[in-house]
């Protein structure tokens, strides 16, 4: 079980901030290819993943990172911070 | 050193007196302010998003970075979320050094990894319509410079 | 812009509020201020002398070429003379600007040239007597960044 | 007539901060030297003229200046300002 977050336009798009998704995906990339899969609006969401950062356990990771152990995993777009 | 993320404005000034007490060592404070710019058709409001499990830590990590390069008597970083109209205090940051050169590089440097690397998202909403800010090449290549 | 000199203390933290003030397109505010250090042996004044026919002057020469090379909504320049104490404020430069890097990079400017072109000197006491301070290799060398 | 101004260790070398000098000097080096030739105090403020600066008219300038209407000179140790 992960808590799956989204920000921003990646919220908006989804339509929910935080969902607990049941998986077995080893890697953040197998995960955005689940949730790809799931509706229309999660394939909208993660079209295009240049546009797109992913954090694995609150830290910024690359979407090859694997997910054993991991709690927590968020998609956004590129922080607009300061 | 003190990293505040909060809702509510802040004065800047008294902030930047307060930092200022930092102790006889220091010569000299940079600080940087940012303020919400108006845009074209009017901002009627900045709403900023922010990751609250993320983002304490992830400035923590940049002021600490900061800290190992140069040599720093104090860091102050204090952003804010939620809504804001043009003309507002955004966010800010402060260092303190014996020597100027420090202050500046340290100030420079933490508002490009802010810029880029804290998890907030700006949304602007003007009688156009609402959207989100979008992060510029520029800011990302100013990383490289460090 | 605005350049003051002054044998007063002044409120470093209100100026930078009043200058944040400064329009709606001004996206980021860089200040600096300059606090005078203790010494070994304990500082019990610092001096500060000036030139006045030339001091406003020649600031407000720094100022137009900071102007000249970046693009600036705004300048502040503070500077004080007379006696000053350990932890006192001396000195502030602030810089407004719609883009961060310009503000940041013209307060830095106008920190080096303030250093080593305006006329001003110090003169330190302690327990062990009084010194000028002797102007830095590092101070000139500054000024070739630019 | 020159208005010649002195500041910092200068002055106080000099022991005056300002005096009003008769002089047909062409240059400010030709200044230095009638100056450097009055006394004694004058001969060590202006001993080692790589430790000073000079100002024309409240503009700084080099020691081969001329004076030709010129008003004011002054002569200074590097500026530590800031």
């Known amino acids: 079980m992960l808590d799956v977050m989204y920000f921003a336009w990646v919220r908006e798009r989804i339509g929910l901030p935080k969902e607990r998704v049941e998986t077995q995906a080893a890697t953040v990339m197998d995960l955005v290819d689940e949730l790809r899969g799931r509706e229309e609006r999660y394939a909208a969401a993660f079209a295009d993943l240049s546009a797109l950062k992913v954090a694995v356990d609150q830290e910024l990771a690359e979407f090859d990172a694997p997910l054993k152990g991991v709690r927590e995993v968020a998609f956004f777009p590129p922080m607009t911070g300061g | 050193m003190a990293v505040r993320v909060q809702e ?16 006889t060592d220091v010569g000299g404070i ?13 901002l009627d409001v900045m709403e900023i998003e922010h990751y609250p499990a993320m983002t304490e830590r992830a400035i923590a990590g940049i002021v600490s970075e900061a ?14 979320f939620g809504k804001l109209r043009a003309g507002e205090t955004i966010m800010m940051v402060a260092t303190a050094s014996k020597h100027r050169a420090d202050a500046f590089a ?6 490009d990894y802010l810029k880029s690397r804290a998890p907030f998202w700006k949304k602007e909403t003007t009688g156009e319509g609402a959207a989100w800010v979008e992060s510029k090449a520029e800011d990302e290549d100013a990383l490289k410079r460090w």
């Open chain 2, 30 to 42: 940079v600080s940087f302010t940012g303020l919400v710019r108006d845009v074209a058709g009017g």
């Open chain 2, 8 to 23: 509510e404005a802040f004065d800047a000034g008294a902030e930047l007196n307060a930092f200022s007490k930092t102790g």
């Open chain 2, 67 to 80: 800290q190992a390069r140069w040599s720093l008597a104090d860091v102050l970083v204090i952003h804010r």
């Open chain 2, 106 to 111: 340290a100030a420079d440097f933490l508002m």
